[in-house]
T-cell receptor, first 112, second 113 residues
Framework: EAQVTQNPRYLITVTGKKLTVTCSQNMNHEYMSWYRQDPGLGLRQIYY???????DKGDVPEGYKVSRKEKRNFPLILESPSPNQTSLYFCASSTQGLPPLFFGPGTRLTVT | AQSVTQLGSHVSVSEGALVLLRCNYSSSVPPYLFWYVQYPNQGLQLLLK??????LVKGINGFEAEFKKSETSFHLTKPSAHMSDAAEYFC???????????FGAGTTVTVRA
């Protein structure tokens, strides 16, 4: 089954404790991206990657890092989480030339 | 620069009535335009997309959208609402040569029996 998986689905952490949210797709897609969803703001793009070792900033990259060492994986790293990063995070993928077609189920992060 | 404005954060319709969700965009280049749907506790699904072919675009689940360049609009419609259409809908825009997608704030649709 074609899918994008994210782990964990729910995470409560404290300010400053490094964390990683994993994202994996099984469709051999070149393009992957991360979004955060906040009430009244819709989805905002954090980072995107057009292929292995190719990443670029989206609209709200501050406080986040990503890497794309393998085509299937695109982890989101928060080196020092802060409460304003409490949000719902989505990973998405697609083939070249297409908009995000497949979204993961989301990761709800709470930073206290 | 590009942006999307969705008019109305909440829309309530009766079952069987027309669904109309409004989206206006601003873009410095001819855009790609999209509608996504998000059901409760799920990720987004692509409903339909406009990529400079036909101005009337048909999507899944009976939805369609019309691109009107003169009005910079891409409104989403469905002739007859079903209870299963209750969800949040997002309009999004992207320049034709870029993967950066800008989303609107979303419109929540409730369907009354």
């Amino acid at each position: 089954e074609a899918q994008v998986t994210q782990n964990p689905r729910y995470l409560i952490t404290v300010t400053g404790k490094k964390l990683t949210v994993t994202c994996s797709q099984n469709m051999n897609h070149e393009y992957m991206s991360w979004y955060r969803q906040d009430p009244g703001l819709g989805l905002r793009q954090i980072y995107y990657s057009m292929n292995v070792e190719v990443t670029d900033k989206g609209d709200v990259p501050e406080g986040y890092k990503v890497s794309r060492k393998e085509k299937r994986n695109f982890p989101l790293i928060l080196e020092s989480p802060s409460p304003n990063q409490t949000s719902l995070y989505f990973c998405a993928s697609s083939t070249q030339g297409l908009p995000p077609l497949f979204f993961g189920p989301g990761t709800r992060l709470t930073v206290t | 620069a590009q942006s999307v404005t969705q008019l109305g954060s909440h829309v309530s319709v009766s079952e069987g009535a027309l669904v109309l969700l409004r989206c206006n965009y601003s873009s410095s280049v001819p855009p790609y335009l999209f509608w996504y749907v998000q059901y409760p506790n799920q990720g987004l699904q692509l409903l339909l997309k406009y990529t400079s072919a036909a101005t009337l675009v048909k999507g899944i689940n009976g939805f369609e959208a019309e691109f009107k360049k003169s009005e910079t609009s891409f409104h989403l419609t469905k002739p007859s609402a079903h209870m299963s259409d209750a969800a949040e809908y997002f309009c999004a825009v992207s320049p034709s040569n870029d993967y950066k997608l800008s989303f609107g704030a979303g419109t929540t649709v409730t369907v009354r029996a």
